[in-house]
């Protein structure tokens, strides 16, 4: 069974600073790890993904994140802040092989502060 | 190429009602997962189909049900409503095999009253 951890529900940020987003996981098998935004009323939409291969994984919008197994932390970061980031952002795993059921966290809401 | 279209957006239902949603895949995915997002216990996962075929659930009752049509559109169904299932449902489209990602729709926002 997999699950995930996001560390904390709100982050507040002023504008141009630096985003962090912190996700733990648990798996017992080499995870699949995902992050996603969401704007309010809105689907989720894939901010980048860790499956194999490079552990800092480069996503949209000027946003990346880094696979670190020994602390079993997926942490997505963004240097500078733009207002529009002020979205709810998910972390989620998912197992390989044949489960394509996403295990997410609780969510952080981030707010830019202008 | 189109995303994952949900339907309807928003539905008003009422206590032991039961209703419908649609989810169409991104052309060419085989893989429909539904989840349910409330404020109280966040994002579930409610069950996925491939190929017409349930591949794995989650731990709703029997009141929620799903099905895959042959051309890979999805519907679930939830029956005899309570005011607990008011939530947004989410659909979410994937090629179902290897490193994919799963793409969602707008969801579907039900409201019993």
């Known amino acids: 069974a997999q699950s995930v951890t996001q560390l904390g529900s709100h982050v507040s940020v002023s504008e141009g600073a630096l985003v962090l987003l912190r996700c733990n996981y648990s798996?017992?098998?080499?995870?699949?790890l995902f992050w996603y935004v969401q704007y309010p009323n809105q689907g989720l939409q894939l901010l980048l993904k860790?499956?194999?291969?490079?552990?800092l994984v480069k996503g949209i919008n000027g946003f990346e994140a880094e696979f670190k197994k020994s602390e079993t932390s997926f942490h997505l970061t963004k240097p500078s802040a733009h207002m529009s980031d002020a979205a709810e952002y998910f972390c989620?795993?998912?197992?390989?092989?044949?489960?394509?059921?996403?295990?997410f966290g609780a969510g952080t809401t981030v707010t830019v502060r202008a | 190429k189109a995303g994952v279209t949900q339907t309807p957006r928003y539905l008003i239902k009422t206590r032991g009602q039961q209703v419908t949603l649609s989810c169409s895949p991104i052309?060419?995915?085989?893989?429909v997962s539904w989840y349910q997002q409330t404020p109280g216990q966040g994002l579930q996962f409610l069950f996925e189909?491939?190929?017409?075929?349930?591949?794995n659930k989650g731990n709703f009752p029997g009141r929620f049900s799903g099905r895959q049509f042959s051309n890979s559109r999805s519907e679930m169904n939830v029956s005899t409503l309570e005011l607990g299932d008011s939530a947004l449902y989410l659909c979410?489209?994937?090629?179902?095999?290897?490193?994919?990602?799963?793409?969602f729709g707008q969801g579907t926002r039900l409201t019993v009253v």
């Open positions: 979410a489209s994937s090629l179902g095999a290897g490193e994919t990602e799963a793409f």
């Open positions: 798996s017992s098998v080499p995870p699949y």
């Open positions: 860790y499956t194999t291969g490079a552990t």
């Open positions: 989620a795993v998912r197992s390989g092989g044949n489960d394509y059921k996403l295990s």
């Open positions: 052309s060419g995915h085989r893989s």
């Open positions: 189909y491939f190929s017409e075929t349930q591949r």
